[in-house]
């Protein structure tokens, strides 16, 4: 197992501990603060199976699976809570395992690209937003970027499942 690897897991162990809190009346900050550290983490990962030359199959076949529980735990709470409305937080859901199933059935594991990666940082702004204890005028910016994020993550689902068409240089097949 190599350190991302390990930093990765460590992230999949914070969501619990994040779901509690959620549910512990003056405990937000403390949530928020979880949250963010687990969602820099990401980075933090990637950063260092690339710099370290750690780069793994497990590696990328976990990153965005822990990354689904990091997002979709917060977001199902707040559904519970009555902050968000249940189709919103299904069009993530199903998206996401759309693009699970597909990464499942490639011959070769490939990470995130540019519109993937887009979807996620959304998603924790959006996240971080709604579960921060602002003021009730910061509830509408978290609302609008939640709608930005679910716009970018069905684009960026398309976007995987698009037919790739061949580029120059690339082999056609028989």
């Known amino acids: 197992m190599t350190l991302p690897t390990w930093i990765t897991l460590a992230r999949l162990l914070a969501v619990p501990l994040l779901l509690y809190l959620l549910y512990q009346p003056g405990e937000q ?9 687990a969602a820099a983490t990401d980075w933090l990962d ?5 710099r370290l030359h750690q780069v793994s199959d497990l590696g990328k076949f976990l990153d965005p699976l822990v990354d689904k529980f990091l997002v979709l735990a917060p977001l199902l ?10 189709w919103g937080v299904f069009l993530i859901l199903a998206r996401e395992l759309a693009i699970a199933g597909w990464r499942v059935n490639q011959p070769i594991l490939t990470g995130a690209n540019l519109w993937g990666k887009l979807k996620t940082v959304t998603q924790i702004a959006a996240i971080a937003l709604l579960i921060a204890p602002l003021s009730p005028t910061w509830q509408l910016p978290g609302l609008i970027l939640f709608w930005l994020a679910v716009a ?12 790739r068409r061949p580029e120059m240089g690339d082999v056609a097949s028989s």
């Open 29 to 37: 900050w403390l949530s928020l603060g979880v949250f963010l550290v």
């Open 46 to 50: 990637g950063y260092l199976a690339r």
């Open 77 to 86: 709470v707040l559904v519970e809570l009555g902050r968000l409305p249940a």
């Open 152 to 163: 970018i993550t069905l684009i960026s689902g398309a976007i995987y499942l698009w037919p």
